[in-house]
């Protein structure tokens, strides 16, 4: 049993899917422990460099959809991420999944649902 969303973007365990949004916030300076939504008080940052991939990190790990806009959004916020830092080898394997699903879902302008 895990995380299951459509256009190939993750198909993988819940902890795993965790670990690297938590690892993809410390590398754009945020721990993801602290945020709102997940145990912390702190509010998602309006201005913030990578607000881009904010839909992905604060997402639910189980429900719902990154709709259009959002797959758009997060999307170029993952690109611009992935060529700005040298990501380790398995959190790169985790952002290429996400780029070509999203490129796939933002193709046929469709939501990525998480299930």
Not at 11 to 19: D, L, R, S, V
Not at 26 to 33: F, Q, V
Not at 87 to 103: A, C, E, R, T
Request: aromatic residues 10%.
């Amino acid at each position: 049993m895990g995380l299951d969303t459509t256009h190939g973007c993750y198909n993988g365990g819940y902890i795993a899917f965790n670990n690297h949004r938590r690892e993809l916030a410390r590398i754009i300076g945020m721990d993801l422990m602290e945020m709102e939504g997940f145990g912390g008080n702190i509010p998602w940052p309006e201005g913030h460099k990578h607000q881009d991939i904010f839909p992905l990190l604060s997402h639910s790990d189980c429900d719902g959809i990154l709709n259009p806009d959002e797959c758009k959004q997060v999307y170029i916020g993952l690109v611009n991420l992935r060529s700005e830092y040298a990501l380790p080898k398995s959190l790169l394997d985790f952002v290429d999944n996400w780029i070509v699903g999203l490129g796939e879902a933002i193709d046929a302008n469709e939501a990525v649902e998480f299930a």
